[in-house]
Every structure is written in C-alpha cells, then in structure tokens.
Nanobody, 125 residues
C-alpha cells in the first residue's frame, strides 16, 4: 500500500499563500487519483480538490475553486496543493488521499482508500 506524508502546513496570516506537499512512497504505481481534504475541529472532513494521476485532470470544490490549485509530479510521486488568499476559515488539518479504483467519483472520503496523517494549517486574522 502507498504511504502518504503531508508537509508544508504551518501558521500564516490571512491573505497569505501556502503550498502543501504530499509525498508518496511504496507501491504508488497503481494510484488513479489523488485528492486533498481538510477537517476543522468539530467539522466533517471536506473535499477540496483532486487530480487524476494520468493526464492531470483536476476537480475542485466550489469553496476553493479559484484560490487553490492541485497538481502532481509523476516523477517525484508527489501531489501539491497551492493555497492562495488564505482565510481564517481555511484553518484545518489538511489530508492527502489516493484512490486506486477507476471510478468516476472523487469528492467523498469514501472514494479514497489511502490517507496521510495530515498537516495542520492555521490562518490567523
């Protein structure tokens, strides 16, 4: 199974940018898509974006479309989330996830079969 490790989180001010990385190791060759989710305290885990590994098609939640950009580097087995114009409400633990099944659903936590442990992003006002 692929192992995922998120990095790049931290404390930033509103309006700042931050780029998260998710490094994959192990048996990652079968990955079909990689996505980013976040979870704030007391809230459900929220879909943010996903990228289809082959071809690079991307999909975004309406809440972050235009501010966040997902990308991947096949050679580095890494997926990124560029976050711009950060807001205090973006404060959450951000998770990377991958899926191996070739389904056409990418927005639910149940669509993914592998998860990282998360990285904290805190946006102050």
């Amino acid at each position: 199974q692929v192992q995922l490790v998120e990095s790049g989180g931290g404390l930033v001010q509103a309006g700042d940018s931050l780029k998260l990385s998710c490094a994959a190791s192990g048996r990652s060759g079968s990955t079909y898509a990689a996505g980013w989710f976040r979870q704030a305290p007391g809230k459900d885990r929220e879909f943010l974006a996903t990228v289809i590994w082959t071809g690079g098609s991307t999909y975004y939640a309406d809440s972050v479309k235009g501010r966040f950009t997902i990308s991947r580097d096949n050679a580095k087995n890494t997926v990124y989330l560029q976050m711009n114009s950060l807001k205090p409400e973006d404060t959450a633990v951000y998770y990377c996830a991958t899926k191996r099944s070739r389904t056409y659903y990418y927005t639910s936590i149940n669509d993914y079969d592998n998860w990282g442990r998360g990285t904290q992003v805190t946006v102050s006002s």
